[in-house]
């Protein structure tokens, strides 16, 4: 167009030629124009490189395009042209889509990148931006993201807090709230977050693109780069759901765990399955699932229905059983063989796990009822299929409560323990409710050898001690579960192994008074 002479065919230094040189001359909003659409491919392409090299014509673009009228260029062409093609968006709306989903793309990269502080500040002056409501809310949460990096979590929930008012339908803000609040220990907030976000998802308008647009450029297109969506992924709804659940739970609202779960287990069930499958597998397994429903319902005194889930789980798996499972140190099970032999392992154990927390749940239903022989019979069948667990070369000590245990086999490690621990505690009251004094005090010990930590377990040993004449024993016993410090369980554990679940309760205070009573006060 301007008689200049072929140059090299590499689009970068193509366009910076193209633009300086049409710049004082009537064709240079125009090929600016078309500039336009070469940045948008480089968006949507993610160069975000190239498009960082670019800043500067970029932002010189913004200048000279943001106040100019496409329509006022087709309206002088119409005088001259009588079949004028339509226009396909206006070019000031492009520049302003380009310009902030820039910011956005921009800001994720620099926040992956560590690089909070800048990219804070660029998407703060983003967030003025004319633009759909969908993206300027995409400045804000980005904007929490950054400053929940830097540990300033007040303000990142003030940020998601500004994104869901700008647009209700960014979920993304209500789940990095969520994390927030979980990092701040707060889990009544956290709960209702986790409601909220659970109700949101269930709308039909989210499941939709919110960043839909009649444009032919729509902002979805050109926001897809890993970072990004990497910010604004989300967990299912059934994900939530189940999370919910388990909060309510370990967190003192255990009638409301107890809805949430069988919520969950009929949308499992249900006859509509359109796009459960797919969400299946960021859920526990099928009787892991029934496990903690059932520990939920007993906590709520349902022992029966709690009965009915635990049979479900017996009935699903008990033929299926191995004759033993197996748990091995990390360095030999790395040399166990393939993913798949590993994962086969891991099943037939997960399987023998099952059907024991099954049976302890049992157990725990019949104390419920007072049926005190039957408890005790299903606490031996819980204890006969623990045993059939091989530790192979593993020092079996006392996991630490709240330790992050990412491999399955630490966590096997800790459910196993964990079971042990509850099960001969659940026998050993069930066997002084039958005055069998000498085979509850075994139990006792042995639970207090695998679960030091176990209040329930600490305060029976010393009250069949006390049975038994030995009250200074009692006293000491007692005097230690009473120092024991407060310890809380990794999410990691099922809900049925926090021992949560009481059976006949101790009161300490007249315990002291029995101490003070014999003088036996140290």
């Given at each position: 167009m301007t008689g200049c002479d072929p140059i090299a065919s590499d689009s970068p230094l193509l366009w910076r030629t193209a633009v300086k040189t049409v710049e004082n001359t009537a064709l240079?909003?125009?090929?600016?124009?078309?500039?336009?659409?070469?940045?948008?491919?480089?968006?949507?392409?993610?160069?975000?490189?190239t498009i960082q090299e670019f800043q500067e014509e970029i932002s010189s673009s913004f200048k000279a395009l943001s106040g100019r009228d496409g329509n006022s260029h087709r309206d002088e062409a119409k005088e001259k042209l009588i079949n004028t093609p339509r226009l396909v968006m206006d070019p000031r709306r492009l520049v302003e889509l380009l310009q902030i989903s820039t910011a956005i793309a921009q800001g994720a990269e620099k926040l992956n990148e560590g690089w909070c502080s800048e990219a804070l500040t660029d998407l703060q002056a983003a967030s003025s931006l004319p633009a759909p409501r969908a993206l300027v809310a995409y400045t804000h949460l980005l904007s929490g993201s950054c400053l929940a990096h830097m540990s300033r979590s007040q303000m990142a929930l003030q940020c998601y807090r500004k994104a869901l008012e700008t647009d209700s339908r960014c979920v993304s803000a209500l789940y990095q709230s969520i994390l927030v609040y979980r990092k701040l220990g707060n889990a009544q907030a956290e709960i209702q977050a986790l409601r909220i976000m659970h109700s949101t998802l269930l709308l039909p308008s989210t499941t939709e693109p919110a960043l839909a647009s009649p444009h032919f450029l729509s902002p979805s297109l050109l926001l897809c780069s890993q970072s990004l969506r990497n910010l604004l992924s989300v967990p299912s709804a059934l994900s939530v759901l189940h999370k919910l659940a388990l909060k309510c739970v370990l967190h003192g609202r255990a009638s409301e765990g107890v809805e949430h779960y069988l919520d969950l287990l009929a949308a499992l069930h249900s006859e509509d399955r359109n796009g459960v499958h797919a969400e299946l597998s960021t859920l526990p397994r099928l009787p892991q699932l029934y496990l903690e429903a059932g520990a939920a319902l007993l906590m709520t005194q349902r022992s029966a229905d709690c009965m009915v889930l635990c049979n479900e789980v017996i009935d699903m798996t008990l033929e299926l059983l191995p004759e033993k499972g197996v748990l091995v140190e990390p360095e030999e099970r790395s040399l166990a063989g393939t993913k798949d032999v590993k994962e086969e392992g891991d099943d037939k154990l997960a399987m023998l796990l099952w059907v024991a927390a099954a049976y302890f749940l049992q157990g725990q239903s019949h104390s419920h009822h007072k049926d005190w022989k039957q408890g005790v019979t299903d606490y031996?069948?819980?204890?006969?299929?623990?045993?059939?667990?091989?530790?192979?070369?593993?020092?079996l000590q006392p996991q630490i409560p709240g330790t992050e245990m990412d491999d399955n086999q630490a966590v096997y490690i800790c459910i196993l323990q964990r079971l042990k621990g509850l099960l001969l505690a659940g026998r050993g009251i069930s066997f002084t409710q039958m005055d069998r004094l000498r085979e509850a005090l075994r139990d006792l010990q042995l639970s207090l050898q695998v679960l030091p930590e176990h209040v329930g377990a600490g305060l029976w040993c010393g009250e069949v001690l006390w049975r038994l004449g030995r009250k200074r024993e009692a006293a000491a016993c007692w005097e230690k579960t009473w120092n024991l410090p407060t310890q809380s369980l990794t999410e990691s554990l099922p809900v049925y192994v926090h021992g949560l679940l009481s059976g006949p309760l101790l009161d300490s205070t007249e315990l002291r008074l029995r101490i003070h009573e014999h003088g036996l006060i140290q």
């Open positions: 240079h909003c125009f090929v600016l124009y078309v500039f336009t659409l070469q940045w948008a491919v480089w968006l949507a392409t993610c160069q975000m490189k031996t069948r819980c204890f006969n299929l623990l045993m059939k667990v091989n530790l192979k070369n593993i020092d």
